[in-house]
């Protein structure tokens, strides 16, 4: 296939047609008893779907569609094809795709899989005989469907159709998965043909155990040598400088059935094409037998009208379904919490029922943002039953309207049975308030004056519209969210500054609860972590009383609760940070900052463009963190510098939308960014 620049913004269909032609060629007869269903490319991928001429007339309802998940998460260098089709009564789909590369890409890999799931749809084909096919695909039990709604893919599935709306589902291709281990190591162990030890380490294998990558496909037992990469033309494997270690990129796997049923694919054949030298792969291969439904249109008539003869004649007989409880209510959930409660579902009629949740009138979600139902829709056979589950989930997308008491966690779900009554069920949660999570305008500010040493420094920074005293002996005053300068005000002692593992290290959960609750109710904090509490005008911290303080612990005990408590304190300032929903370099600045072609260009921007709230939390933070530094052992100077540097880049964060080009150059520009910054920042008294 192509592979050059104009691959990706022209399609041309020469090479396609060439090799649909090339493998009709190949076939019995030269091919003339097949032809083509469909074939569909995508860059460097190429999909083609051949079967006998004889099956044609059963052969319908053929669609295709494609998703690039390459560059910016649309480009065609990564992506998949799918095909599917009707072949008597069974639905086939087929999925090719090449995933991200590299051997420290197994988590994109895992992204990609996920997002051809979403956004490869089809689409759906009315037909009244096949509509207990479509329930059975719906019904909340299928575990394709069920993976898509957990992902928050909610769509009409009877006007549109996932590649999991099908009997047969089959994705290959280059996934790219790689073995985890030396290329020595590889290499002894294919001599061997030690593929046991192999797929031990091999990442698809990994992943797909653990469930994090096609979690409902299985794959025949691999008995053939990794599959890349070779020299092309021959079955060396790569002698290149690069030395790509072996491993099996070439996958082919297929959807298993749900629990307690019959799959209609049978594997006989699993293997690679050891001839064929054309490329840095090798190719790979399944012979399948798939068992093809076919409905016998005659008497599935003759039963539909002896239902509705005998519904006519029992009219009683009606669905009906009841659940457990009406009322879902949940405990106390804070910020980050997450919770689930479960009610029950049951048929209790003789016929069966179709359910989903449907919105409420005037409304187009179904759901809060706060909550997760999972399964949304199914059906149940009479006296059946089925977990309905519960979830709920807190973090900045939507803390800031329940911080502000704006919305409370209450709804009320419409449950929807096919002809039968409504089912309603109230959902509610009593939500903490917090300063977490919530826009810096939306906190609660106090006025802070700022010492001499910092004013001609901070004045630097700041728009000239700052307001000034007249006299500098009065200190300049700014607004910070209260919340804050109390975690700042806390740190702010050059005592702490002297601990050695400070920011080098994380705190501990109980005092980071602590402090937490000591931030929104202004509770006094345990006595472990009052040891450290801000210092005194001359900064001594001796004199600081603590009712917990265990006079029997040695100094070196002390020493060590003393640092993980300061750690604790500065965990919570980064999830401060982290969790706003608009960060302190708000997230329009993001692009023109890293940019920028100069570090005076960029703080000459947010100077001049920066909100006031934001800019003094920014300038306050980063002067805190250069006496941090600056008051550094010398032992820790350079390793605490780069440990402040990589964390506070919670500083500046991208849009939501926003694809970096290349996310580890991006990564380094924030960190020099900041770097810069601090550095920036003078006053008149320092360590170093």
């Not at 649909?20 to 097949?34: A, F, K, Q, T």
Request: charged share 25%.
């Amino acid at each position: 296939m192509e592979t050059n620049t104009e691959a990706y913004i022209r399609y041309d269909p020469t090479k396609e047609n060439a090799w649909v032609n090339l493998i009709l060629g190949s076939l019995r007869n030269n091919g003339r008893e097949y032809y083509k269903v469909a074939s569909k490319q995508l860059v460097t991928m190429l999909l083609i779907v051949i079967a006998k001429k004889s099956h044609s007339k059963h052969i319908t309802n053929v669609s295709s569609t494609y998703a690039g998940v390459g560059l910016m998460n649309m480009m065609g260098n990564k992506g998949g094809i799918a095909i599917r089709f009707r072949f008597h009564d069974s639905y086939l789909c087929f999925v090719t795709s090449h995933l991200a590369a590299f051997v420290d890409k197994t988590e994109k890999r895992n992204q990609d899989f996920v997002e051809l799931t979403k956004r490869l749809i089809l689409p759906a084909y009315r037909d009244p005989k096949m509509n207990y096919i479509s329930y059975h695909w719906n019904d909340g039990g299928d575990e394709g469907v069920a993976f898509m709604e957990h992902n928050n893919v909610l769509k009409n599935w009877t006007m549109e159709s996932s590649i999991f709306h099908s009997d047969i589902l089959v994705w290959c291709g280059d996934l790219n998965y790689r073995i985890g281990m030396t290329e020595s190591e590889i290499k002894n162990d294919i001599r061997r043909k030690n593929y046991e030890r192999l797929l031990e380490y091999d990442q698809l294998s990994i992943e797909r155990t653990a469930g994090r990558t096609f979690p409902m496909f299985d794959e025949g037992t691999i008995t053939f040598n990794p599959t890349y990469k070779y020299d092309p033309g021959t079955d060396h494997y790569d002698s290149s400088p690069k030395r790509r270690a072996p491993s099996w990129t070439d996958r082919i796997l297929w959807k298993r059935e749900r629990a307690g049923m019959k799959s209609p694919l049978k594997l006989i054949d699993y293997d690679d094409c050891k001839s064929v030298c054309m490329s840095d792969h090798k190719p790979v291969r399944a012979l399948m037998s798939f068992q093809i439904r076919t409905i016998d249109h005659k008497r599935q008539a003759k039963t539909h009208e002896s239902l509705i003869q005998h519904s006519k004649e029992n009219q009683d007989i009606q669905p009906r379904g009841t659940i457990t409880s009406s009322y879902v209510k949940f405990n106390k959930i804070e910020f980050l919490d997450f919770q689930q409660q479960r009610i029950t579902l049951e048929n209790t009629g003789q016929v069966l029922i179709v359910f989903k949740f449907i919105p409420r009138q005037d409304e187009t979600a179904i759901l809060p943002p706060w909550l997760n139902v999972y399964p949304l829709s199914g059906v149940l056979a009479p006296g059946e039953s089925v977990l309905i589950q519960f979830e709920i989930f807190v973090d900045q997308t939507c803390s800031t309207p329940l911080n502000q008491m704006e919305e409370v966690m209450e709804t009320i779900l419409i449950l929807r049975l096919e002809n039968a009554r409504d089912l309603f069920v109230e959902v509610s949660a009593e939500y903490v308030p917090t300063c977490f999570g919530t826009y810096l305008e939306k906190l609660p500010s106090m006025t802070i004056p700022l010492d001499d040493d910092v004013i001609d420094n901070f004045l630097s920074a700041t728009s000239p519209t700052t307001t000034v005293p007249e006299e500098k002996e009065d200190a300049l005053q700014i607004q910070l969210p209260a919340c804050l300068w109390k975690i700042l005000n806390f740190l702010w002692n050059p005592n702490m500054m002297q601990i050695e593992s400070l920011f080098l290290g994380h705190g501990n959960l109980k005092h980071s609860s602590d402090i937490r609750e000591w931030l929104d109710n202004d509770k006094q904090m345990a006595g472990d972590l009052s040891l450290i509490g801000p210092s005194s005008d001359k900064g001594d911290t001796s004199s600081i009383h603590s009712d917990m303080t265990d006079l029997t612990l040695t100094e070196e005990k002390k020493s060590a609760d003393i640092a993980a408590s300061a750690n604790s304190m500065i965990d919570i300032l980064i999830f401060f940070l982290e969790f706003l929903p608009e960060p302190v370099i708000t997230s329009d600045r993001y692009k023109a900052v890293i940019n920028a072609s100069s570090y005076t260009d960029a703080i000459d921007m947010l100077r001049n463009t920066l909100p006031p709230c934001h800019k003094n939390v920014l300038f306050y933070v980063v002067l805190f963190l250069r006496q941090v530094i600056d008051r550094a052992p010398e032992s820790c100077y350079k390793s605490r510098k780069e440990a402040i540097v990589e964390r506070f880049t919670v500083l500046l964060k991208p849009p939501a939308d926003y694809k970096e080009h290349n996310p580890k150059v991006a990564k380094e520009k924030r960190e020099r960014f900041i770097c810069q910054l601090i550095d920036s920042i003078t006053y008149d008294e320092s360590v170093h």
